[in-house]
């Protein structure tokens, strides 16, 4: 029974996270450790290697259907390799945690608080995006800045990138959603896989079984088929009112995680 509970929730959380481009970690980390099924290192590092294997595929088929002139690929290019150092660095850090004997018990505290921080902050910027005036930023040097940051947040948190990524990208990109999800599931893309190498580089893998590896990777690369097919037949306006949906499903189960961990 708990295989399958993982097994669904893998899917579908893939599934939505490829239609709104927050990665389906975002769903699958809290929704884990709030079932306190394996340790919050464990549903990390598992986590993260589920929605590497949906962007890969979900990247892959948006990009066949994307016209050219709505993928900038330099801003991308430099968004990744910010992702990249911010991967490396956001699971150092989550590492670091795990070495100290008063916070190791505490990182799922850890985690699930700074994501409820940063979903009811996209939250309120979703809701009141009307009434903001977004940018359109062009220096390389802060477009590194910026991919190195959200690739902090997507190691450390293991959930992929999130929906940080979007609000970030609607504000300093003026990125509408479909565009915003695109740019999205390439930063968890790069980011993902820099902290995967890093934790094998390093040892830090933690316990998991290798077929709920495989089986956790292949529900996502469904699932990210899945919200792809719909991705492309699904308005803005659908869209939006599924991401608002998540987040406040997402900050409920967050503050459900800091109350168990603590």
């Known amino acids: 029974m708990k295989l399958f509970v993982i097994l669904i929730v893998c899917f579908l959380s893939s599934a939505a996270g490829s239609i709104c481009g927050i990665g389906g970690g975002v769903i699958i980390k809290p929704v884990l450790d709030a079932a306190a099924i394996m340790e919050p290192a464990s549903v990390s590092f598992l986590s993260g290697c589920t929605v590497l294997s949906m962007s890969a595929v979900s990247l892959y088929k948006n990009l066949k259907h994307t016209n050219s002139g709505d993928?900038?690929?330099?801003?991308?290019?430099?968004l990744a390799l910010g992702s990249i150092a911010g991967g490396v660095l956001g699971k150092s850090a989550f590492q670091?945690?795990?070495?100290?004997?008063?916070?190791?018990?505490?990182a799922g505290a850890i985690q699930a608080a700074i994501l409820l921080l940063i979903t009811?902050?996209?939250?309120?910027?979703?809701l009141n995006k009307e009434k903001i005036t977004t940018k359109n930023i062009t220096n390389k040097s802060a477009i590194l800045f910026t991919g190195c940051t959200l690739g902090i947040l997507s190691a450390f948190l293991g959930i992929g990138g999130g929906p940080v990524?979007?609000?970030?990208l609607f504000y300093l990109f003026s990125m509408k959603t479909m565009e915003a999800a695109l740019y999205s599931i390439y930063i968890i893309l790069f980011s993902q896989?820099?902290?995967l190498i890093f934790s094998i580089s390093a040892g830090n893998i933690p316990p998991f079984s290798a077929r709920l590896l495989v089986l956790m990777s292949g529900c996502g690369i469904l699932g990210g088929l899945a919200g792809t097919a719909v991705h492309k037949k699904t308005s803005h306006k659908t869209v939006?009112?599924?991401?608002?949906?998540?987040m406040e499903l997402m900050i409920l189960i967050s503050i459900y995680n800091i109350y168990r961990y603590i």
Request: charged letters at 20%; a positive charge; aromatic letters at 10%.
């Open 71 to 78: 993928f900038d690929k330099t801003t991308a290019s430099i």
């Open 240 to 246: 939006d009112k599924l991401f608002t949906g998540l």
């Open 120 to 126: 009811a902050g996209t939250l309120a910027y979703e």
């Open 193 to 195: 896989t820099a902290s």
């Open 96 to 106: 670091y945690i795990l070495r100290l004997p008063q916070l190791r018990h505490k």
């Open 165 to 168: 990524n979007l609000i970030v």
